[in-house]
């Protein structure tokens, strides 16, 4: 049996999130939580792409919870909201019989056009989210998207890519920060594929679903990610933000000072959430 633990991804509202509730679960079902951090396999999007890492720097979950919560943090505003970022997935959705790679292609082509910071001040910031830079012992995969091709593109610890770039990479939010140059390529957020990419986890028996949004959130795709999910092949629990979760986010989950309130109100969540994964990772 291969376990998947799937982080979707989120902005810094999601990051804060999927941490608090993976301590929530520890702190009422600490052999579930153990299950989690072991997973065969950890798939990171975007937000998802930042917790998978810290997951593997050997921190416990109340330690990372804990980062969360400090007063001050390296994080900074990209002055974006998420208006904004969706009117470029409108944009590209009115491209006439094209496929889904040609409308990334396109939103790759508005993002790297766009003024944002530069490639070196984004990256430290990723660099201060991560308590380790080495690629964490158990599979872990990152996506993003090529910016040019709009193909998504998967990094793991063999695809020769620095861990904090591959991070950066996943987490680069076209708009609002700048496309993550690796090698002759750019790369983009792998959450304007999907938030989830539950085919990346399509070789495990079972996931959990870590999902920063409420599950009837708007898709600019076709298969929005509770569909996606609930086609996965193999047996799945996904944990959906719940109302007090979606409240703490604010209206742009891209702006830090949404961090504490979403990591506290995540932890609350795990709690809640803590029996029914216990008992999904028991059968």
């Known amino acids: 049996m291969t376990r998947a633990l799937v982080l979707a991804g989120g902005g810094i509202a999601g990051i804060a999130w999927e941490t608090g509730v993976l301590a929530g679960i520890a702190d009422v079902a600490p052999a579930a939580a153990t299950a989690l951090l072991t997973a065969d396999v950890l798939v990171g999007t975007s937000a998802g792409a930042t917790v998978a890492a810290q997951l593997g720097s050997g921190l416990s979950p109340a ?24 009117g470029m997935f409108l944009s590209a959705l009115t491209i006439p019989d094209a496929t889904k790679a040609q409308r990334l292609a396109r939103i790759g082509e508005v993002a790297a056009a766009t003024p944002t910071v530069s490639e070196p001040v984004r990256r430290a910031v990723i660099a201060a989210r991560l308590p380790s830079h080495d690629w964490p012992a158990r599979t ?89 999910i609930a086609a996965f092949d193999g047996a799945c629990a996904a944990v959906f933000a719940d109302a007090e979760a979606l409240a703490a986010f604010g209206t742009n989950p891209l702006n830090p000072a949404c961090r504490i309130p979403s990591a506290r109100a995540g932890r609350a969540q795990g709690r809640r959430e803590a029996a029914r994964i216990a008992e999904f990772l028991g059968g």
């Open 140 to 228: 872990t995969r990152l996506t993003a998207v090529d910016v040019a091709s709009g193909e998504l593109v998967v990094f793991d610890a063999t695809s020769g890519v620095d861990l904090v770039d591959a991070v950066a990479a996943s987490c680069a939010v076209p708009g609002a920060w700048p496309p993550v140059t690796i090698g002759d390529r750019r790369y983009m957020d792998g959450g304007v594929a999907s938030s989830v990419n539950m085919a990346v986890a399509a070789d495990c028996d079972r996931a959990v679903v870590l999902v920063p949004s409420g599950a009837d959130a708007p898709s600019p795709w076709p298969v929005g990610t509770a569909a996606e």
């Open 63 to 86: 330690e990372l919870f804990a980062r969360q919560l400090a007063a001050t943090s390296a994080e900074i505003d990209s002055g974006v909201d998420v208006d904004t970022i969706a």
